[in-house]
């Protein structure tokens, strides 16, 4: 589904994407690890068209999309769920959904999808009148995911899910998001907590300063010693 060729990105004179490569196959969650610099947010912000890449391509179905502004790369069914939620806090829980329903591709279906989301989270629709500032990291999260889903998207972009949130709560995020890629919504992940996120990625891409160090499916990753050393917790013999 979304293809990225030799991707370049900066920020003034500071290059955060080094030729970075990949594939995302349709129906799937992948995976993007990696330590804080690595460039994971920036890759994923120029896949929203919120950063205009410096180099190479980003395709969805072979279409290109890397100099499409952030609402055109939205109508083509791509949701972002950005680092640290991004909730509306003065807006209530379900016009912060309603806002993620806004887009054409997406207005006339808007009360059904409003009706799905509140199915895979009742507690949102048990706050839905509630200012979503007052809500907890976790439930901020499930709004933002819930913003995410009301696109009727093909393809959701996680920026950290777990970022702040207690281990009961992370484990609740992510068993979400394995329900909503069941339903055939295509994911890329991008996830510091590496073993939750090779819990529910097929496959997974490895970034160091910009590049690219390693790629392979969830078994792959997971008997890397590389990987396993430096992610894991878990130190190779």
């Known amino acids: 589904m979304l293809r990225i060729e030799n991707l370049r990105a900066a920020y003034g004179d500071a290059i955060a994407l080094h030729d970075v490569s990949m594939t995302v196959q349709a129906g799937e969650i992948t995976g993007i690890l ?15 068209g919120h ?38 806090s003065s807006l209530s829980v379900q016009d912060n959904l309603l806002v993620g329903g806004s887009a054409k591709r997406a207005r006339s279906q808007r009360r059904r999808q409003l009706d799905e989301v509140y199915a895979l989270f009742p507690r949102l629709q048990e706050r839905r ?57 295509t994911m890329l992940l991008v996830e510091q907590n590496a073993s939750q996120a090779l819990t529910s990625a097929a496959r997974g891409y490895v970034l160091e300063q910009g590049r690219v160090v390693f790629s392979g499916d969830q078994h792959e990753l997971r008997g890397s010693p590389a990987v396993r050393d430096a992610y894991l917790g878990v130190t190779s013999d």
Do not use: C, W
């Open 51 to 88: 950063l205009r890449p410096s180099g190479g391509a980003i395709y969805l179905d072979d279409e290109p999309i890397h100099r499409l502004a952030p609402y055109d790369v939205a109508e083509r069914g791509i949701a972002l769920v950005p680092e640290g939620r991004r909730v509306f």
């Open 129 to 185: 009148l509630q200012d979503a500032g007052t809500l907890s990291g976790g439930e901020q999260q499930m709004v933002a995911i819930g913003r995410a889903l009301m696109l009727q998207p093909r393809l959701i972009l996680l920026d950290e899910p777990s970022l702040g949130l207690a281990p009961l709560v992370t484990a609740l995020v992510f068993e979400t998001i394995r329900q909503i890629g069941d339903t055939g919504v």
């Open 34 to 48: 990696g330590p804080n610099g690595a460039g994971k947010s920036t890759l994923l912000k120029s896949i929203a």
